[in-house]
């Protein structure tokens, strides 16, 4: 018997939640006084714990799909639900510096609805809503990079605006491709009539579809706006756009190439491990000698892409694929907003040299600094380090040797650029810079919860291993 609208709707409160949130967050920033402003963020925070609860409580054990199959529900969708969730938590800690501002609540609502956005991008099952997910991630972003309204701001927003609008319409003529020689748009549909059609319409139209997915991770070779948007924007937003949007990104990836183009003739696996192990290298070698933290943490950040991609690459030919990514996934998400939480906690320290100090007047912030880094090395006991060693382990189990002794090599490599920073912070000399307790706070939790995420990767990978939603 079909399920009826109402019973769809039952199994995606946390899109609810989401959804209602930035509606009744608009209409309170719109008649609230500035001082009550802070009511918004106490909504957003309700919204968020929420979410986690309802996606724990209803937490899949094999996977559905709703809306006539557009929406997947499954491990992926409800791991992405919560590291989002938490995520924009995060967020909200370090954003202390728009306290009092006069667009405060907008600023939670486009933080809302981009988190929206990134979640339905991951359980998108139909190349329609694809497009719709990417646009609902995007579009909000645009704004809060401008948001200060200062001239790197600006700029930022639109080189931003103008790469993702390209992007945005590549995908969209993928999308056409794909369902001209698919006929279909949703996922089953094609999954059955692509390896009967040409190979090379198939391959032209998938790449294109792609791009867009992959902007939004920021991967070889549509990278190019990371390190500029996140140096413009302010540290907060820097670590939403770096963060947030990638989780969604790469399980969509993810999907697509697992359930659409694996049954296909062409050796996607290949691709992804080629893109994967461009995206680590170029990240790592253009991060080695940036003096601007927050564009070394952009590279760094590009750098990390191509890790994840590795579990990509191993879909389908290993069982440890998909739980590696989640796992890693959610490792690094709390790792680099810990990183960007070190950066808000001291707003007017700009390059390496300006940390100099830091152990002697904030202790705790440099050992979260120092945390945070050696965590995005991947160095034991923190959640990275057993994200790598798993995602390591699904690519040689799929066959890729080669793509893990070159992750292997950057890794190596990567911890030159990190010691950079970590360097002069740990000197015993002067330092005069104002803080921002709350992000310092901030920094702390998550370096916490990055190191407690290695020695518990076991029990976190065991919920981990279901395959994703079978196609209807």
Known sequence: MPRTMLADLSLILPELFLTGGAVCGLLLGSYLPRRSQWLVDALAGVVCVAGVVATVVGWPNGGTTVFEGAYALDVATAVVRIVVLVSVLLVLAISGEFRGHARKSEFVVLLLLSALGTIVLAGANDLLLLVAAFLLASVPLYALTGFAKDSPGTEATMKYYLLSALAGTVMLFGVMAVFGVGGSTGYARLAETLPTTPA??????????????????????????????????????????????????????????????????????LLVAVVAAATMTLGNLAAFFQDNVRRLLAYST???????????????????????????????????????????????????TDYRGLVRHHPWLAISLVVCLLGLVGTPPTGVFAGKLTVFTAAFDAGFGWLVAVAIANTVASLFYYLRWIAPAVRLEPLTLPTNHGAAGAAAVAAAVSLALGPLAGLVLAPLGHPLTPLP
């Open 200 to 269: 090379a319409a198939v391959a032209a139209g998938a790449v294109l579809v792609l791009a867009g997915p992959m902007f939004k991770a920021g991967a070889v070779p549509v990278h190019f706006w990371v390190p500029d948007v996140t140096q413009g924007a302010r540290p907060p937003v820097s670590a939403l756009v770096t963060t947030i949007p990638k989780i969604g990104a790469l399980v969509a990836v993810y999907r697509l190439v697992a359930a659409v183009l694996a049954p296909t003739a062409l050796n996607w696996p």
């Open 302 to 352: 590009i750098s990390q892409v191509g890790y994840l991609l590795m579990a990509v690459a191993a879909a389908g030919a290993s069982t440890l694929a998909l739980p590696s990514l989640l796992l890693y996934l959610a490792a690094y998400a709390v790792t680099n907003l810990g990183a960007f939480a070190v950066v808000a906690a001291l707003p007017n320290a700009e390059t390496l």
